[in-house]
């Protein structure tokens, strides 16, 4: 049963524009949700987290935003930069120092 | 270190035979987390040490996966004969967090271990 799921594998956006990678969630005990940015034979690094008492959190081009009652997040990238191509990962976890879930992944693919 | 270090890079091996990785963490980082991708899937957790609390197992897929932190720092994760199916990347990642603590868990990870079974 997948906690977290990313139901788009792929995306494609040009550049300077925005990009938004969606990501739902079932577990309704999750407390805190992260997004990771993951280049090709390097791990993934961490890029922006959220609280699941806020509704929104930003950080320069990046902003998360969190519906609790449709379980659902998206992170936006605004504008959107071919360095930004990457599989990003939404992860979720529970309070305390339980293990991230993650999700599959969904490729960005940002054209010049 | 300066990051969390993971070796080896790459490791080829034959069916039936066993392998070791190793994760160096972060200096001072208490918590370490063990996670594995295969191919087109996401991160799946493994297993997961805090301090000197009895790791966090539950992710292991079968009692051919071992691990341990020796000394609270270092952690070694065996597989014994290996399958096809354990073919992926390894990862590992480590946290300052303590469980106490509020915010989010935020695991830096290493580069991982691609490891392939033949």
């Known amino acids: 049963d997948q906690q977290v799921k990313q139901n788009s594998p792929s995306l494609s956006v040009q550049e300077g524009r925005i990009s938004i990678l969606n990501c739902d969630y079932t577990n309704s005990m999750f407390d805190y949700f992260l997004w990771y940015k993951k280049y090709p034979a390097e791990g993934p690094t961490f890029l922006i987290s959220i609280s699941s008492i806020k509704d929104k959190n930003e950080d320069g081009r990046f902003t998360v935003f969190l519906n609790k009652s449709a379980k659902h997040l998206s992170l936006h990238i605004v504008p959107s930069q071919p360095g930004d191509s990457a599989v990003y990962f939404c992860a979720a976890s529970e309070a305390g120092n339980t293990p991230l879930v993650f999700g599959k992944g969904t490729r960005l693919s940002v054209i010049a | 270190g300066a990051g969390v270090s993971q070796s080896p890079s790459n490791k080829v091996t034959e069916k039936g035979k066993d392998v070791e990785l190793r994760c160096d963490p972060i200096?001072?980082?208490?918590?370490l987390y063990w996670y594995r991708q295969s191919l087109g899937q996401g991160l799946e957790f493994l297993i997961y040490?805090?301090?000197?609390?009895?790791?966090?197992k539950s992710g292991l897929p079968s009692d051919r996966f071992s691990a341990e932190r020796t000394g609270g720092s270092v952690s070694t994760l065996t597989i014994q004969r290996t399958q096809q199916e354990d073919s992926a990347v390894y990862l590992c990642?480590?946290?300052?967090?303590?469980?106490?603590?509020?915010?989010?868990?935020?695991?830096?990870f290493g580069a991982g271990s691609r490891l392939t079974v033949l």
């Open positions: 040490f805090q301090g000197n609390s009895a790791p966090d």
């Open positions: 200096s001072g980082h208490t918590a």
């Open positions: 990642a480590s946290s300052s967090r303590s469980g106490t603590k509020s915010g989010a868990n935020v695991l830096t």
